[in-house]
């Protein structure tokens, strides 16, 4: 059964850093692109960020570009979002989902961000 | 970037009836589109992908259609569990984009 477990959200001040986890379990994490789709209160879902398999590849959204950084640790089944100078448009749930060729076929549960002083 | 609309930003319908929700594309994405269903506090589900193929255990009322620019996701005799909103989804280019969700609740 593929399982995706996001922490490490949390309440954060503007400005602020936090760094994102998600533990992938049920399928062979190298094979799979994988990414990052956020929800702010009473919006819609926002796509955030994308990493190749092997990591040599990422996409991001404009806003996030050289704030947010999306890496993996393979080895331990691992994907990350790291965020800096984070702002009170960043509040969300953010979700880790596996990419099927960019189709996102498996979602965690998600994790709140909070962005505010 | 590809801007992704729907319609209409919420739906009534009674349990049993047809419920047919839009999505526009700002510029063609092929057959490059998804749709999927969010419920409070739940992740995001897959329904369908490639415009018309539905994901794992996705029950056959649920059926997505169309090409290019305009697609229909269409879920014919709503149950309960039906209720919830919808985002169209297009990966044919980077960014990727989702449409602002159609809300459909109980008539």
């Known amino acids: 059964e593929v399982q995706l477990v996001e922490s490490g959200g949390g309440l954060v001040q503007p400005g602020g850093s936090l760094r994102l986890s998600c533990a992938a379990s049920?399928?062979?994490?190298?094979?799979?692109?994988m990414g990052w789709v956020r929800q702010a209160p009473g919006k819609g879902l926002e796509w955030v960020a994308n990493i190749k398999e092997d990591g040599s590849d990422k996409y991001y959204m404009d806003s996030v570009k050289g704030r947010f950084t999306i890496s993996r640790d393979n080895a331990k089944n691992s994907l990350y979002l790291q965020m800096s100078s984070l702002r009170a448009e960043d509040t969300a749930v953010y979700y880790c989902?596996?990419?099927?060729?960019?189709?996102?076929?498996?979602w965690g549960q998600g994790t709140l961000v909070t962005v505010s002083s | 970037e590809i801007v992704m609309t729907q319609s209409p930003a919420t739906l009534s319908v009674s349990p049993g009836e047809r419920a047919t929700l839009s999505c526009r594309a700002s510029?063609?994405?092929?057959?490059?589109l998804a749709w999927y269903q969010k419920k409070p506090g739940q992740a995001p589900r897959l329904l369908i992908y490639s415009v018309s193929t539905r994901g794992t255990g996705i029950p056959a009322r649920v059926s997505g259609s169309g090409s290019g620019t305009d697609f229909t996701l269409t879920i014919s005799s709503l149950q309960s569990e039906d209720f919830a909103v919808y985002y169209c989804q297009q990966y044919n280019s980077w960014p990727l984009t989702f449409g602002q969700g159609t809300k459909v609740e109980i008539k």
């Open positions: 510029q063609s994405v092929r057959n490059n």
């Open positions: 049920g399928f062979m994490f190298n094979n799979y692109w």
């Open positions: 989902a596996r990419d099927q060729w960019r189709i996102f076929d498996y």
